[in-house]
């Protein structure tokens, strides 16, 4: 079964443009989640989908948007990037919307913003 | 605001002996918590959970305590190994934020042979 695929790995951007992430989940996963992790920070949760709906929203400014196609794929946008926008973004699927469900984790994408 | 702690950014263990990662929340509406484990250049995998109602969770070498009324809850590795070296997060959900998981910033763990 293959796991949770995020791509591109790397991904090098100047500041004032804008970046699309791609996530695959795993197969018959129906939420995805998106997080920043910055040095110090831990994950930041950004938001969950579930069913091509935002379904959670994390404190991040409107730049910040995703979306989630019928095939449960999602895509996270960023707008505008600042410098302070370099993190590595990682993406997460889960089974369901129940609780006391564990999220599955992608490699990640690794956006360095110059 | 950071709902979800991990005090101790680093923690060095000799192969064999125990390790214990300490996590602590302030949100009484948790009720779901998670350990994660993360190599450099990789993402987070999932290792253990532990319900609200349970205090105790084992799969293997991986026990989770979870102290309610202390809002604490701990990892312990019996016997550690090197290959456990990798930074360890908590995380926290609760019943009425669907996936959203609060994670804490992190244990760096090293397993010294």
């Known amino acids: 079964k293959a796991g949770v695929t995020q791509t591109p790995r790397y991904l090098i951007k100047t500041r004032g443009q804008q970046v699309t992430l791609s996530c695959s989940p795993i197969?018959?996963?129906?939420?995805v989640s998106w997080y920043q992790q910055t040095p110090g920070q831990g994950l930041q949760f950004l938001f969950e989908?579930?069913?091509?709906?935002?379904?959670n929203k994390g404190n991040f400014p409107g730049r910040f948007s995703g979306r989630q196609f019928s095939n449960s794929r999602s895509e996270m946008n960023v707008s505008t990037l600042e410098l302070g926008d370099s993190a590595l973004y990682l993406c997460?699927?889960?089974?369901?919307?129940?609780?006391?469900?564990?999220?599955?984790f992608g490699q990640g994408t690794r956006l360095t913003v110059v | 605001d950071q709902q979800v702690k991990q005090n101790s950014p680093s923690l060095s263990v000799q192969e064999g002996r125990i390790s214990i990662l300490n996590c602590d929340y302030t949100?009484?509406?948790?009720?779901?918590f998670l350990w994660y484990k993360k190599y450099p250049a990789e993402g987070p995998t999932f290792l253990i959970s532990?319900?609200?109602?349970?205090d105790k969770n084992e799969d293997g070498r991986f026990t989770v305590f979870l102290n309610k009324s202390a809002k604490h809850l701990s990892l312990h590795i019996v016997p550690s190994q090197p290959g456990d070296s990798a930074v360890y997060f908590c995380?926290?959900?609760?019943?009425?934020?669907?996936?959203?998981?609060?994670f804490g910033t992190g244990t760096s763990l090293t397993v010294i042979p």
């Open positions: 532990i319900s609200s109602i349970k």
């Open positions: 989908y579930f069913s091509e709906t935002q379904r």
């Open positions: 949100n009484s509406m948790f009720d779901y």
């Open positions: 995380a926290a959900s609760a019943w009425n934020t669907g996936n959203q998981f609060y």
């Open positions: 997460a699927s889960s089974l369901n919307g129940g609780e006391n469900t564990e999220a599955f």
């Open positions: 197969s018959g996963h129906r939420s």
